[in-house]
């Protein structure tokens, strides 16, 4: 049965209509909200074109011990996938594309796996994320290959303040995280460690009869960032951020064996910001990102992969808007027990946007060329334009190419490689209509994707060729409402994300899925209700028919009380309705959990 067809209207209705709920935050937003995303440049979100969501910190903190891509489902406007509970393998899928063609960056660094071509974000702690940006839509002519999908940005906590947390739940779930960040004159210093660990509960189930192992799959996590910034004269700063998590793993092997994954990711970034003229600045940016695992299991492993990056990007007021224009530079470099005929490749950029607002017209463009020391040169564009029809109505419209590039296990994994293959290339395009008035805002979004050139093993030559493509067409609705204490909202996206070739749906994705939340604050106590649902799905198989992947609604429940101005007491109820469901086929996913937090922050 089709879950959230039938079902999605009255989610809306209970979602808006209950009187004790959670919102993207327990306070009306500011009016004026920044995204750099969009454009790589500062833009009030009421000029950006493209289709971003914020995930703010207020919206984290209340999230509990969630993992990420769980968040994201719920105020990303995504679809995830995952092979467990906490730790477990996750994946994210952007308006129906592949999940590895997605790019994640942690403060503007690369560090996914280069073998795989996957992002870790099951090992991205939320205890040290700030603020999250999702741009949805071809984001190449930005950020360069994988960008099909779009970007998720993640913003490190840059504390000026002291806060800790401590809280325990579910399957003996433990959380302890702190924060210590001061101005010391022009210099500021910003400290965040966490821990985190989980008996969890088996990843897998009986409808995985190879891998089945009923015992508990523990998680643990430790993560430290540090961030330290320096003027140096008035539009002239330095600055340090780094990251680091520690994450451990059992999952159950084949052979229904117990293993256990070890995965260490690491951003690192050095940056200068020097304003040369009143419209000129310059950000020179030297980083490194690290993703590094190895495993105990039947057969031990290990993949690690290094990337060197800088970037030099300079933002003009120019043209009656934002002018960024400069260079990308990427060296990838894999080390690993398995023999590759190549480990390491590197990537040169140029690449220019501008945005601008000239009322009642809105512009958005964007260039790049990127020359790859593996297939040579690619080169994107997106063009975007928007009309004000009325001060609170606004039209616009899109157009993007972009491309995902081959990884080094598609190009040299041993006896199961191509090395001749293209990168997988994309055509998307969009129209939407926003009207905001006061405190109610509605969006409409309809987007179609076209997907070429994409890599697929080939069981007969045992060796990935470009063969498929893909197409995905769809909209999206949203509204939301705010008040003095309350405010609510809803989006609900319908898709048709297939395989040309066949007409079957893509893996792991629905033709709807929707979220929505309502919150409100009162003195003291904040309380809110967000529910996620999503239609039926089809898993990967070697041979069909797939298996099917029942639709299915959660309902979230949390209240907060402030004991003192800097004390407070939390509580969260995941899948309130103890919801069975599988986003995995084989895989088993939480069900009724609770969590209880104190939180101190200093004002």
């Not at 002018?323 to 027990?337: C, H, P």
């Not at 989006?491 to 048709?496: A, G, I, V, Y």
């Not at 309705?577 to 996913?589: C, I, P, Q």
Request: with cysteine; aromatic share 8%; hydrophobic share 35%.
């Amino acid at each position: 049965m089709n879950v959230l067809s039938r079902s999605w209207p009255s989610t809306i209705i209970f979602c808006l209509c209950s009187s004790h709920a959670i919102a993207q935050s327990d306070a009306p937003r500011p009016l004026e909200t920044v995204i750099v995303t969009a454009t790589r440049t500062p833009q009030s979100i009421a000029n950006v074109l493209s289709d971003v969501r914020v995930i703010d910190q207020a919206t984290i903190d209340q999230a509990g011990p969630i993992s990420l891509t769980e968040l994201l489902q719920r105020h990303g406007g995504v679809e995830i996938a995952a092979n467990g509970g906490p730790g477990q393998l996750s994946s994210v899928f952007i308006r129906g594309s592949n999940a590895n063609h997605v790019v994640v960056l942690i403060d503007g660094v690369r560090v996914n796996s280069a073998t795989a071509g996957t992002n870790a974000l099951e090992n991205i702690p939320l205890s040290q994320i700030e603020r999250i940006e999702v741009l949805r839509g071809p984001a190449s002519s930005l950020y360069g290959a994988d960008a099909i999908g779009g970007v998720i940005q993640i913003f490190t906590r840059q504390h000026d303040r002291t806060s800790a947390r401590v809280g325990s739940g579910t399957w003996s779930t433990n959380e302890v995280s702190t924060g210590f960040g001061r101005h010391l004159g022009s210099t500021a210093l910003s400290l965040q460690a966490g821990y985190f660990d989980s008996r969890s509960f088996s990843a897998t189930n009986a409808n995985l009869p190879s891998n089945y192992d009923p015992d508990v799959d523990p998680y643990r996590n430790k993560n430290i960032s540090v961030g330290i910034s320096h003027d140096l004269a008035p539009g002239h700063s330095v600055a340090l951020r780094v990251l680091h998590s520690d994450g451990t793993t059992h999952y159950d092997d084949f052979g229904n064996t117990d293993a256990i994954d070890h995965q260490r990711l690491t951003s690192a970034a050095v940056e200068s910001r020097n304003r040369i003229l009143p419209q000129w600045t310059s950000l020179v940016r030297i980083a490194y990102g690290a993703d590094h695992r190895s495993d105990e299991a039947a057969f031990p492993f290990y993949f690690n992969t290094d990337q060197t990056q800088a970037t030099w990007q300079n933002d003009f007021n120019a043209l009656g808007g934002q002018l960024a224009a400069g260079v990308d530079w990427r060296m990838e470099k894999v080390a690993s027990d398995t023999a590759f005929d190549h480990t390491r490749r590197h990537d040169s950029s140029l690449f220019a946007s501008y945005a601008a607002s000239l009322d009642p017209h809105l512009f958005q463009v964007s260039l790049r060329s990127d020359n790859d020391s593996q297939f040579g040169t690619r080169s994107t564009g997106n063009l975007g334009y928007g009309y004000r029809m009325t001060p609170d109505l606004r039209l616009s419209a899109l157009a993007g190419t972009a491309f995902k590039a081959p990884t080094f296990n598609d190009l040299y994994y041993p006896g199961f490689s191509n090395p001749n293959l293209k990168p997988e290339k994309s055509d998307s395009a969009e129209v939407s209509a926003r009207f905001t008035r006061g405190g109610l805002s509605l969006t409409a979004t309809l987007f179609e994707n076209h997907i070429r050139d994409l890599i697929q093993f080939d069981f007969a030559t045992s060796a990935p060729i470009n063969v498929a493509s893909a197409r995905n067409r769809g909209e999206t609705l949203g509204a939301g409402v705010t008040g003095d204490i309350w405010h609510a909202n809803i989006e609900w996206t319908h898709q048709n994300p297939i395989d040309t070739a066949t007409g079957d749906l893509l893996p792991r994705r629905a033709r709807n899925y929707a979220s929505g939340s309502i919150g409100y604050a009162l003195g003291a106590w904040r309380a809110g209700l967000s529910v996620v649902s999503s239609s039926e799905r089809f898993d990967n198989a070697f041979s069909p028919p797939p298996p099917r992947l029942g639709g299915y609604t959660l309902i979230n429940l949390h209240a907060a009380y402030a004991l003192t101005p800097e004390l407070s007491l939390s509580a969260r109820l995941n899948n309130a309705a103890d919801k069975s469901y599988e986003l995995v086929s084989g895989y088993n996913t939480p069900r009724r959990n609770v969590f209880v937090a104190l939180e101190y922050a200093a004002k």
